[in-house]
C-alpha cells in the first residue's frame, strides 16, 4: 500500500485552497488541515475540497498563525506544511515547523525573508526536514523551469525568463485581471529585478526594458518589462557560474505606458503625504482607485512562463527553450493563476512528503529536482513544452 501523508495548509484563500485540493488529489493525502483566522473561509475552503474530490479529507480549523501554540498543535503529526499567508509570518512559522520536524514551504513574495530562512539549513539537517520558501507561480515554477531549461543543455551560459498572468479576454482601459492580491502586484511593479548581468549581481530599475514578444495565437504579441521578486535567490546561487539570468512581466500592449506613469509620478511611494490636514499613502490611493478597475466578474485568465537557456550541447552552440501557458480550469472553477500558484507549491510539499527534496533549507533552484517537478505539472494538465535547438 502507498503511504499517506498529513498536511497543514495555512490560509483558506484563493492558492490555500488551490494547494489543498491538489494535495488531497496527487499528493497520496490521508488528511489535510486547512487554517485560517477566519472560520468561515476555512470551512468554505474545505468543504469546496471534499466536494472536488469526493470524500472528506479536508479539516477546517480557526488559527491566526501569530499564536505559536496554536500552530504548533496544528502542526502534530504532521509531514508537511504550506504556508499561503503573508510573506512576513513565514520566518516564524518555518522556524516552528522545524522544531515539531515538519518540512516546510511557502508562497513567500519576498527575497530578503527567503534568504533568512536559508539560514535555518543546518537547524533543518538536525530535524531531517526541507524548508523551501518562495514556492509559487514566479518564483517557484519559473525556477524549476529556469533549472530545466538549463538541465537540457551541457553548458548553460545565458537563462531568460518571461512570465505572466493575463485575462483570456482583456477588456480596456488596462486590459489586465487581478487575480491575487493587490499589494503584491504593486510590490512587483515598484521593486527593482535583481539579475545576473556579465557573471554578476546588478539591480535593475522596475519598468524599464520593455521589449514586444510572439506568442502562438489566440495570444500574439505581448510586452515585457522589468518588475521585481521574480528571480528569488537564483542571482546569488548562479554568480559567476552564468553570465545572465533575468525575467521580464508579460502583459498586453499597452499596459506598460499606463503603469509606468503612475510609477513616474510616484502614486506606488510609501511614505505618507499630506495633503490639507491628512496624511496618505500613495500606494493606498492607487490601491483603492486601481483595485476596482481590474477585479472583474469573468475571471478567465491564462498563465505563461518562458524560459530561454542559450549556451552549448555535446559542443555545439544551442539554445533551450521551455513553455508552459495555461488556461482558466471550467472542471474545477481554479484560475490558471491558483493552478500555476497554488498548485506548484504543493507539489513541492509533496515531493517533500515524499522525501525528493534534500534534507536543509535552501531555494527552490538547489532544493527541488527539476524533471521530477515537470513531470508533476505534466501530470495535471499544466503541460511543459520543451525543445532544443542547435545554432
Partial sequence: MNEEYQYVVLGAGRQGTAAAYDMARWGSAKSVKLA???????????????????????????????????????????????SAVPYYFNLEISRLAIQKGVHFCDLGGNTDIARKQHQFDELARQKEVSIIPNCGQVPGMGTSLCVYAM?????????????????????????YLLTFHIAGLT?????????????KITQVEP??????VEFP?????????????????????????????????????????QLKAYYDLGLWDLTPIKIGSIEVVPRDVFHAL??????LPDKKDLVIVRVKAVGKKDGKDAEALVEMIDYYDEETGFTAMERGTGWSAA??????????????????????????YVQELNRRGLKVKEQVEFK
Avoid at 505559536?68 to 508537511?80: F, V, Y
Avoid at 507539489?347 to 521530477?372: C, D, H, S, W, Y
Fill in 36 to 82: 485560517d483566522q477566519d472560520s468561515n473561509a476555512a470551512q468554505q475552503a474545505a468543504d469546496r475540497v471534499n466536494k472536488l474530490i469526493g470524500k472528506k479529507i479536508a479539516e477546517p480549523f480557526a488559527v491566526d498563525v501569530r499564536d505559536k501554540d496554536e500552530i504548533q498543535k496544528l502542526l502534530n503529526g504532521a509531514t508537511a506544511c504550506l
Fill in 151 to 175: 538541465e537540457l543543455l551541457d553548458e548553460p551560459l545565458d537563462v531568460l525568463m518571461w512570465d505572466g498572468g493575463l485575462p483570456q479576454h482583456p477588456k480596456p482601459p488596462f486590459n
Fill in 187 to 199: 510590490n512587483e511593479y515598484a521593486e527593482p529585478g535583481v539579475f545576473l548581468r556579465n557573471w
Fill in 207 to 212: 519598468m524599464t526594458e520593455l521589449e514586444t
Fill in 217 to 257: 495565437p489566440p495570444i500574439g504579441k505581448l510586452e515585457a518589462f522589468v518588475a521585481g521578486g521574480g528571480t528569488d535567490t537564483m542571482p546569488w546561487t548562479y554568480e559567476g557560474k552564468i553570465r545572465t539570468l533575468q525575467n521580464l512581466t508579460l502583459r498586453y500592449p499597452g499596459h506598460y505606458q
Fill in 290 to 295: 486601481f483595485e476596482p478597475k481590474v477585479v
Fill in 347 to 372: 507539489i513541492v510539499a509533496e515531493m517533500m512528503a515524499r522525501r525528493q527534496t534534500p534534507l536543509g533549507a535552501g531555494g527552490v533552484e538547489k532544493m527541488v529536482p527539476a524533471f521530477p
